[in-house]
């Protein structure tokens, strides 16, 4: 689909389209250097979550602090999170 609108939009296609699968060892590797620093942690469940109170300045893009963040505002609160 995406080629299909690049044609249709009359847009270059992409030099270059990477594959995640292409590098899972790496994402791996990442994820644990994030939790072995404190920047993310795992879940009982196994899933991995970025710690945001570690960011200083999350949400500064959305220009919103976190305290002021709803939870379940967008998404379905997660029980094994630690800010959900």
């Known amino acids: 689909a995406m080629h299909e609108d ?3 939009l009359n847009v270059l296609p992409p030099s270059q389209e ?3 699968t292409g590098h899972m060892q790496a994402i791996i590797d990442m994820v644990e250097v994030l ?3 404190g920047f993310a ?3 009982d469940n196994g899933d991995v ?3 945001v109170d570690k960011f200083e300045n ?3 893009l959305t220009n919103r602090k ?3 963040m709803r939870a379940g505002a967008r ?3 997660g029980d094994s999170k630690e800010n959900p």
């Open 66 to 68: 976190l305290e002021d």
């Open 35 to 37: 939790i072995d620093k």
């Open 41 to 43: 942690y795992a879940a």
């Open 58 to 60: 999350y949400g500064a």
């Open 18 to 20: 990477p594959r995640a």
């Open 49 to 51: 979550y970025y710690r």
């Open 75 to 77: 998404i379905e609160i």
């Open 6 to 8: 690049e044609r249709a």
